[in-house]
């Protein structure tokens, strides 16, 4: 089903988005599936700008509220380790 989009040039019919995974890992952007007047296929990788950030961010307060539930909690496991491991995982 494809839908004209207001900005896009005469005679090119813009398709809905989709989103990206690589493996078991998303990526932080979406694709959008174009075809021009000649019916070519064009693909078109828009990123979200600051979501790099903001998941940072997140992941510094659950890293932080890692740290306080295991000394709290007298845990022998290495909360925040697993937090950061985790993390690392969504920049791959």
Excluded: Y
């Excluded at 998303?26 to 296929?41: G, I, K, M, P, S």
């Amino acid at each position: 089903m494809s839908a004209s989009h207001a900005g896009a040039a005469p005679g090119v019919d813009t398709h809905t988005h989709t989103n990206v995974n690589f493996g078991s890992h998303r990526c932080n952007a979406r694709v959008w599936h174009t075809h021009t007047h000649t019916r070519e296929l064009w693909l078109t990788q828009v990123q979200r700008p600051g979501v790099a950030q903001a998941i940072s961010m997140d992941v510094f307060i659950l890293r932080w509220a890692a740290a306080i539930i295991r000394r709290v909690r007298k845990l022998n496991t290495d909360l925040p380790a697993l937090v950061d491991e985790w993390a690392s995982s969504l920049f791959r």
